[in-house]
């Protein structure tokens, strides 16, 4: 198969391994949703096989992040290709060169929204 899904501890890992396609897309859109469902909301997206971005994947990566800042969640797509990379500053979507920075940046924005909640309460306990 052209795409893979690993579950880690704080993201779900999509791997395209090839060009994206319409069935590609279909695939990935039943499987993200099915992963929102169980409670997962951020996904890092490791594209260093696409080289021309085209309309499937464009609307791949718009339809996960859309599904995902839902949730409450990120995507950050990982080690993009330069032309891949212009089209994700064009969309406004988080990249990063490697999939460990992609990581940090889960695990950051992980903890910056825990701080955020106990903020919240604490002012909750003040009123």
Do not use: H
């Not at 919240?120 to 009123?127: A, F, H, I, N």
């Amino acid at each position: 198969m052209s795409l893979t899904f690993q579950q880690q501890e704080k993201f779900v890992l999509v791997t395209l391994k090839a060009e994206p396609d319409s069935e590609m897309l279909e695939k990935a859109v039943q499987l993200t949703t099915g992963f929102l469902k169980k409670g997962e909301k951020n996904f890092i997206l490791l594209v260093q096989k696409v080289e021309q971005p085209n309309s499937s994947f464009v609307a791949m990566v718009e339809k996960i992040s859309l599904d995902a800042t839902v949730k409450g969640g990120n995507v950050v797509v990982a080690k993009p290709n330069e032309d891949v990379a212009d089209i994700l500053e064009d969309m406004g979507i988080m990249f990063t060169d490697s999939l460990e920075e992609a990581r940090d940046y889960i695990f950051m924005e992980e903890l910056e929204q825990e701080f955020l909640d106990e903020d919240e309460e604490d002012e909750e306990l003040l009123y």
